[in-house]
T-cell receptor, first 111, second 109 residues
Framework: DAKTTQPPSMDCAEGRAANLPCNHS???????VYWYRQIHSQGPQYIIH???NNETNEMASLIITEDRKSSTLILPHATLRDTAVYYC????????????FGQGTRLTINP | DVKVTQSSRYLVKRTGEKVFLECVQD?????MFWYRQDPGLGLRLIYF???????EKGDIPEGYSVSREKKERFSLILESASTNQTSMYLC????????FGPGTRLTVT
């Protein structure tokens, strides 16, 4: 799986959009971009994934650049409950595969 | 919504005890996984199962075994608990997206 680079920490004001960047310059054509998050002392939570088109669901939007070397996860109206570590990973979809998280970004939502 | 439940949130066991951690999912997923998570070491795969009665070792299977008698249930067994198995244990199910349970924080004294 391709390596990803994320900032170690970010802050965002409650109610504002939180934009979390991820670099994956060595991504290959059949690798998807996935985002998970982990709130303190809880299990990781799947957020969203995409291949090359932008994706949106009830939790977030995923913007992937045209060259696919980077992406941004957008939480449109951040709340205090969005405070968590966010992990960006790239992976091929095949069979039963383990997840490997990097260091992630610790996002703190401030009141 | 996908739901993955784990039998306990917190567990304290003594060295040498046999420990059972249960995981149940309600989405008819074929794939289920057991991970442990430790500070500085990230998420590590212990075992996974891709069908009933089928199992595969992950990266750190030593000291653990698993059982999958029904599709919705995947159990992790610590045959003889040791202090180095004190950890957060996470169950997940799914294929393209993995859905995790809340975790079991196990302390072995």
């Amino acid at each position: 799986d391709a390596k990803t680079t994320q900032p170690p920490s970010m802050d965002c004001a409650e109610g504002r959009a939180a934009n979390l960047p991820c670099n994956h310059s060595t991504i290959s054509g059949n690798e998807y971009v996935y985002w998970y998050r982990q709130i303190h002392s809880q299990g990781p939570q799947y957020i969203i994934h995409g291949l090359k088109n932008n994706e949106t669901n009830e939790m977030a939007s995923l913007i992937i650049t045209e060259d696919r070397k980077s992406s941004t996860l957008i939480l449109p109206h951040a709340t205090l409950r969005d405070t968590a570590v966010y992990y960006c990973i790239v992976r091929i979809i095949q069979g039963a595969q383990k997840l490997v998280f990097g260091q992630g970004t610790r996002l703190t939502i401030n009141p | 919504d996908v739901k993955v439940t784990q039998s306990s949130r917190y567990l304290v066991k003594r060295t040498g005890e046999k420990v059972f951690l249960e995981c149940v999912q309600d989405m008819d997923h074929e794939n289920m996984f057991w991970y442990r998570q430790d500070p500085g070491l990230g998420l590590r795969l212990i075992y996974f199962s891709y069908d009933v009665k089928m199992k595969e070792k992950g990266d750190i299977p030593e000291g653990y075994s698993v059982s999958r008698e029904k599709k919705e249930r995947f159990s992790l067994i610590l045959e003889s608990a040791s202090t180095n198995q004190t950890s957060m244990y996470l169950c997940a199910s799914g294929v393209y997206e993995q859905y995790f349970g809340p975790g079991t924080r196990l302390t072995v004294t």
